[in-house]
């Protein structure tokens, strides 16, 4: 079992950053997918940003905004948000997979709140 843990989020206006980190428990250098995703309230969790060993994937509304990074020496995932909008807000989770013979593993963190102001 791998525990997610989120922080860095929190309060910023319009235009401003938040970097996000997630830590993992245990080791993230077998994990083939490491991602953000986020929800707001009435709506289902959607994909923020995902990085594979095949090449990262950013929502079409982040792009250019947001970047995702992995340091497997620290168990870490980050996410740097430049120029947030109102519409970034919402809870941010951290996920992690990966694959063995048992199939696919999946993991959550608890996630962390963003919150940007006009």
């Known amino acids: 079992q791998v525990q997610l843990v989120e922080s860095g989020g929190g309060s910023v206006q319009s235009g401003g950053s938040l970097r996000l980190s997630c830590e993992a428990s245990?080791?993230?250098?077998?994990?083939?997918?490491l991602g953000w995703y986020r929800q707001t309230p009435g709506k289902q969790r959607e994909l923020v940003a995902f990085?594979?060993?095949?090449?990262?994937t950013y929502a079409d509304s982040v792009k250019g905004r947001f970047a995702i990074s992995r340091d497997n020496a620290k168990r870490a995932v980050y996410l740097q948000m430049n120029r947030l909008k109102p519409e970034d807000t919402g809870v941010y989770y951290c996920?992690?997979?990966?694959?063995?013979?048992?199939?696919?593993?999946?993991?959550w963190g608890q996630g962390t709140q963003v919150t940007v102001s006009p």
């Open positions: 245990r080791n993230i250098a077998n994990m083939e997918g």
């Open positions: 996920y992690a997979e990966r694959y063995s013979f048992e199939g696919q593993h999946q993991y």
């Open positions: 990085t594979t060993t095949a090449g990262t």
